[in-house]
Structure formats: structure tokens, C-alpha cells
């Protein structure tokens, strides 16, 4: 894995916690974060894809836990045509959440 970019998640606007280290990955298709010495891989599902070099994380709503904070990223090629999607296929801007739980509403 050769990751363009590190972003420190300063303010657990994901939920993994403060200062939580998070990688764009080049070759994994998936933003990698670093949470108590092991890897989480966060990923588009297919046939999506997923390469990108821009990450950031907003809170919106303080008060309304999980759905009022995460992470925003790009898709990033430079030929978006090329995916899985065909011709016409343009850059995609995804939002990640996490859930504190699978049933989490």
C-alpha cells in the first residue's frame, strides 16, 4: 500500500475516537484508519470503485450522535469513465458514517 495522504481525525468526527489516523489508500480501494493498532478498512461497496486522494470530516450536529458526523471523500481518478459504470461515468463524492452498532438507529 502506497498511501497518498494522512488525515488525523482531531475531533472523532467518525467515532473512532480522537487523533485517530486515517489513510487514503492507493491500491486497496478503502480509507484505512489506524484505531488501537489495527486496521479498519473502510470501503465503497463494488461496483463503485473507490480511489481517492481527499478526505475531511465535518460534524454537523453535535447532538445527534452517529447521523450528525462523517467523513467526506472523493472519488479521484482522472478517467472516471474508465470504471465499472461505462461512458458518461463522472467524479463521485461519498459520505462515510459509522454506526456505534449494526442496528444502530
Known sequence: EGSYYTWVDQFDTFGLG???PINTGNQS???LALNDGEWVRLRVPYPLGFY???IDGRIDDPDAGWKGRGLWTTFSSRAPFHMETGAG???KV???QMRPDPLAK
Open 94 to 96: 461519498y459520505h462515510f
Open 89 to 91: 461515468t463522472s467524479s
Open 29 to 31: 480501494g478503502a480509507l
Open 52 to 54: 481517492t486522494k481527499w
Open 18 to 20: 480522537e487523533n485517530t
